[in-house]
């Protein structure tokens, strides 16, 4: 049980390139999320799925596209990437947002730098 | 959205009880108080969830009083691997993680 993976763990883009950052989990989770965390702040939602073929926004989505075409994956994509998305990206998933709120669990980041 | 109050930072000798406090003043009748760990360099982890009173398990203790309005997280012994950021989030759908507390502690 891998619990939740990321891949990659770390990545160089220059300007205007683009990239898709493929977060997978073992344990049958509908809901799925991406954060992204600045240095010194906290984590900060881009979007969300509350199941296989749904996607959300959340608090800062722009830039950013999501697809969940499998129950167990959750892709990011940057399709044009920009100084300002340089960030550590986390991924998340938990059964549900139900009450009692319901145990994210994350995966270990993705290191992004965009030159 | 219930609002969550937690201090920037706090610091710790190894040894000592450690207790960090989350205001909520708007917490709603269904909210839990759930708390989150975050070490560097890895995504946060759950520490402990609670809906009243007293919850305690093999991490830590929450203390919640009974109007609901504020709750504390309690670190026993701290050691200096408990140095982290700890969240607190109030909210059933609250997906927004703050800045959380950064707790250092000192040899």
């Known amino acids: 049980n891998a619990g939740v993976t990321q891949t990659p763990k770390f990545r160089v883009l220059k300007t205007g390139q683009s990239m898709t950052l493929l977060c997978a989990q073992d344990m049958n989770h509908e809901y799925m999320y991406w954060y992204r965390q600045d240095p010194g702040m906290g984590l900060r939602l881009i979007h969300y799925s509350v199941g296989e073929g749904t996607t959300a926004k959340g608090e800062v989505p722009d830039g950013y596209n999501v697809s969940r075409l499998k129950k167990q994956n959750f892709l990011l994509g940057l399709e044009s990437a920009a100084p300002s998305q340089t960030s550590v990206y986390f991924c998340?998933?938990?059964?549900?947002?139900?009450?009692?709120?319901?145990?994210?669990?994350f995966g270990p980041g993705t290191r992004l730098t965009v030159l | 959205l219930a609002k969550t109050t937690q201090p920037v930072s706090m610091d710790s000798y190894e040894g000592q009880e450690v207790n960090i406090t989350c205001s909520h003043n708007n917490i709603a009748t269904n909210d839990y108080i759930t708390w989150y760990q975050q070490f560097p360099s890895q995504g946060p982890r759950f520490i402990i969830q609670?809906?009243?009173t007293k919850v305690t398990n093999e991490v830590a203790s929450l203390f919640i009083p009974a109007d609901r309005k504020s709750s504390t997280l309690s670190l026993p012994r701290v050691s200096l691997s408990d140095t982290a950021v700890y969240y607190c989030?109030?909210?059933?759908?609250?997906?927004?993680f703050g800045s959380g507390t950064q707790l250092t502690v000192l040899p």
């Open positions: 998340a998933s938990s059964y549900s947002t139900g009450d009692p709120l319901d145990t994210q669990y």
């Open positions: 989030l109030v909210e059933a759908r609250q997906l927004t």
């Open positions: 609670g809906y009243k």
